[in-house]
């Protein structure tokens, strides 16, 4: 797959919109997973993270959220998102409040913890984060693309390629299973 296009800046340009998944589509022309209108439809909803893997040259070199790591993932039919991982063992001192923290040990609670939202747009096979407000400042105003596939029921989201300091390229793997809808809360 050629690599995406940027702009001089070196973000993704935000070319296509999510197409709205509620127009009715005739039963011939009935959305799947490999049209536009139908990826926005597989990706509507909640999704809970199973598993974050990095690797370098295709090869898993850790988890950098630990094992077991915690995540929610939402993607709204207005074309709003947001994402929120966590390590499960972040650290912490039984009965400190977080406003009564020390710098550094909130420095190390929120090295274990991913949080932005914004607006995603579809490209393809690549959904992209229209980042507007993020625990990392940096990413503010910046677009993240990630390429979609599929395993089975499960959504995977591959973050772009990153070199390395040592020459090589590396890339995070997320894995989400679909958050089973309650009856009073709909997605």
């Given at each position: 797959?050629p690599p995406a296009a940027h702009t001089p800046d070196g973000r993704t340009p935000p070319d296509t919109?999510?197409?709205?998944?509620?127009?009715?589509?005739?039963?011939?022309?009935?959305p799947d997973e490999h049209t536009a209108q139908g990826l926005a439809a597989s990706l509507l909803g909640?999704?809970?993270?199973?598993?974050?893997?990095?690797?370098?040259?295709?090869?898993?070199?850790?988890?950098?959220?630990?094992?077991?790591?915690?995540?929610?993932?939402?993607?709204?039919?207005?074309?709003?998102?947001?994402?929120?991982?966590?390590?499960?063992?972040?650290?912490?001192?039984?009965?400190?409040s977080f406003t009564r923290a020390t710098d550094e040990q909130r420095g190390a609670a929120a090295l274990?913890?991913?949080?932005?939202?914004?607006?995603?747009?579809?490209?393809?096979?690549?959904?992209?984060?229209?980042?507007?407000?993020?625990?990392?400042?940096?990413?503010?105003?910046?677009?993240?693309?990630?390429?979609?596939?599929?395993?089975?029921?499960?959504?995977?989201?591959?973050?772009?390629?990153?070199?390395?300091?040592?020459?090589?390229?590396?890339?995070?793997?997320?894995?989400?299973?679909?958050?089973?809808?309650?009856?009073?809360?709909?997605?």
């Amino acid at each position: 797959m050629p690599p995406a296009a940027h702009t001089p800046d070196g973000r993704t340009p935000p070319d296509t919109r999510v197409p709205s998944p509620s127009a009715p589509a005739p039963e011939e022309n009935a959305p799947d997973e490999h049209t536009a209108q139908g990826l926005a439809a597989s990706l509507l909803g909640g999704w809970n993270l199973v598993d974050h893997t990095r690797l370098v040259d295709g090869q898993v070199v850790g988890h950098p959220l630990g094992p077991g790591p915690l995540g929610r993932l939402e993607y709204r039919p207005d074309g709003r998102m947001s994402a929120l991982l966590m390590r499960r063992d972040r650290p912490w001192p039984d009965g400190l409040s977080f406003t009564r923290a020390t710098d550094e040990q909130r420095g190390a609670a929120a090295l274990g913890f991913v949080g932005y939202a914004g607006r995603y747009t579809l490209r393809g096979d690549l959904v992209l984060h229209h980042v507007e407000m993020s625990l990392y400042v940096e990413h503010v105003g910046d677009v993240l693309t990630r390429r979609i596939s599929w395993e089975g029921p499960r959504l995977v989201l591959h973050t772009e390629p990153r070199p390395t300091r040592t020459g090589g390229t590396t890339t995070d793997r997320l894995e989400w299973s679909r958050d089973p809808v309650r009856p009073d809360h709909p997605a």
